[in-house]
Every structure is written in structure tokens, then in C-alpha cells.
């Protein structure tokens, strides 16, 4: 039987603001000749259609169960088994999911990049690195009010009464404590370049492992 090289997995985790895309695109641009993708989290809220709009403001988005975790570890044991799958769309300004999906081919690297995926268990066990961005409260509330205010037309009394309300409280019940759980420890997010150095480099050593790899079973 052909051999058939399994995707690796590396979960890129910490608060909201923290740095995580910055670190995940990173990654990417120094590995400019290898089969990568990034999956990211947030495209893997509950589907919320049946709720109203007032609903749907009351959810906490930043607790484990606004997420459906069943079909993201479904999806990306998919793509372990080098299968395609239709990744949901979810958008911001109606709160729930789009009517489109993203047809996602299987790839050699998967940067899975979210705050809570070393929550799960069954999450954990998929990755073959963990790395949590490590960054300051106050830096990290400055990027997420720049962000809201700019690509999710959200005002910034809003944006402050939800870090308050549960952004700042579930990052110190479930976030922060799923640093034990990583291998890697970012301080500084995407500013570390060392640290996105040394990463990259053992991405590449897997990689270079991976070559004679054995069947997916």
C-alpha cells in the first residue's frame, strides 16, 4: 500500500488581542514551499439562526460552549485523513453563521489558531505542537478595541462592556489556565520573532521527519 504522509497539527493559543494570528501568519510566511493552511476557531461558533438578534448579543462567546467543538475535531480528523471539508463561515454582524462554506483541501501543516483549543482534550490530542502567545491585559484590550471598531463595526462602549462582563473574566477561568498544557510558551505574540524562528525551524524538522511517515490508518 502507498504511503500517505499525515498532517501535523500546531495549535496556537492565548487571550483575545494576544497576538495569535500575527504568530500563525508568521509561521506560514517562513515555510513559502510547504503545504499549509490555517484553521481558525472562530469559524466554528454554534450556529445561531434560530435565536433573535437580542439572543444572540447575551451569549458568552468567549465560554467552551459557544463553540461547536464536535464538528471542528470532526473536521480536522478529516483533514488528518486527507479528506476536504466544508469549514462554516460565521459572521460577525449577524452573529451566526453564513449561508457559505469554505471548501478546504487537506494540507501538510495545520496551524490551528483559536483561545480555547487546549481546552479540549480531544483538541490536544490532535496537535503535535501547542504554543501559547503570551501578552499583557492592557496591550491586549487595545488590540481588540482597534480590531472591533475597525473590521467588526462594533462601537466601543460595547466592546469595553463585554471584556468587563466576560471577555477579561473567562480569559482567567479557561485561557490562562490552559497554558499548563503548551509546549511552547510566546511571549510578546507576533514581536518575538526569535521565538517564530524556533518554531519554524522545528515545524521543519517534522516536516523533514514526516517523509518516510506511515499509513493513515
Given at each position: 500500500?502507498?504511503?500517505?504522509?499525515?498532517?501535523?497539527?500546531?495549535?496556537?493559543?492565548?487571550?483575545?488581542?494576544?497576538?495569535?494570528?500575527?504568530?500563525?501568519?508568521?509561521?506560514?510566511?517562513?515555510?513559502?514551499?510547504?503545504?499549509?493552511?490555517?484553521?481558525?476557531?472562530?469559524?466554528?461558533?454554534?450556529?445561531?439562526?434560530?435565536?433573535?438578534?437580542?439572543?444572540?448579543?447575551?451569549?458568552?462567546?468567549?465560554?467552551?460552549?459557544?463553540?461547536?467543538?464536535?464538528?471542528?475535531?470532526?473536521?480536522?480528523?478529516?483533514?488528518?485523513?486527507?479528506?476536504?471539508?466544508?469549514?462554516?463561515?460565521y459572521d460577525?454582524?449577524?452573529?451566526?453563521?453564513?449561508?457559505?462554506?469554505?471548501?478546504?483541501?487537506?494540507?501538510?501543516?495545520?496551524?490551528?489558531?483559536?483561545?480555547?483549543?487546549?481546552?479540549?482534550?480531544?483538541?490536544?490530542?490532535?496537535?503535535?505542537?501547542?504554543?501559547?502567545?503570551?501578552?499583557?491585559?492592557?496591550?491586549?484590550?487595545?488590540r481588540r478595541?482597534?480590531?472591533?471598531?475597525?473590521?467588526?463595526?462594533?462601537?466601543?462602549?460595547?466592546?469595553?462592556?463585554?471584556?468587563?462582563?466576560?471577555?477579561?473574566?473567562?480569559?482567567?477561568?479557561?485561557?490562562?489556565?490552559?497554558?499548563?498544557?503548551?509546549?511552547?510558551?510566546?511571549?510578546?505574540?507576533?514581536?518575538?520573532?526569535?521565538?517564530?524562528?524556533?518554531?519554524?525551524?522545528?515545524?521543519?524538522?517534522?516536516?523533514?521527519?514526516?517523509?518516510?511517515?506511515?499509513?493513515?490508518?
Amino acid at each position: 500500500m502507498e504511503k500517505v504522509k499525515k498532517p501535523i497539527i500546531i495549535g496556537v493559543t492565548g487571550g483575545s488581542g494576544s497576538g495569535k494570528t500575527t504568530v500563525s501568519r508568521s509561521i506560514l510566511d517562513r515555510l513559502p514551499n510547504t503545504s499549509i493552511m490555517i484553521l481558525q476557531q472562530d469559524s466554528y461558533y454554534k450556529d445561531q439562526a434560530h435565536k433573535t438578534m437580542e439572543e444572540r448579543r447575551e451569549v458568552n462567546y468567549d465560554h467552551p460552549l459557544a463553540f461547536d467543538t464536535d464538528l471542528l475535531v470532526e473536521q480536522l480528523n478529516d483533514l488528518l485523513h486527507r479528506k476536504s471539508i466544508k469549514q462554516p463561515v460565521y459572521d460577525y454582524k449577524i452573529l451566526t453563521r453564513s449561508n457559505e462554506v469554505i471548501e478546504q483541501e487537506p494540507k501538510d501543516v495545520i496551524i490551528l489558531e483559536g483561545i480555547l483549543i487546549l481546552d479540549d482534550e480531544r483538541l490536544r490530542n490532535l496537535m503535535d505542537i501547542k504554543v501559547f502567545v503570551d501578552t499583557d491585559d492592557d496591550i491586549r484590550i487595545i488590540r481588540r478595541i482597534q480590531r472591533d471598531t475597525k473590521e467588526r463595526a462594533r462601537d466601543l462602549d460595547s466592546i469595553i462592556s463585554q471584556y468587563l462582563a466576560t471577555v477579561k473574566p473567562m480569559y482567567h477561568q479557561f485561557i490562562e489556565p490552559s497554558k499548563r498544557y503548551a509546549d511552547i510558551i510566546v511571549p510578546e505574540g507576533g514581536r518575538n520573532q526569535v521565538a517564530i524562528d524556533l518554531l519554524s525551524t522545528k515545524v521543519k524538522s517534522i516536516l523533514k521527519n514526516h517523509e518516510n511517515n506511515t499509513n493513515i490508518d
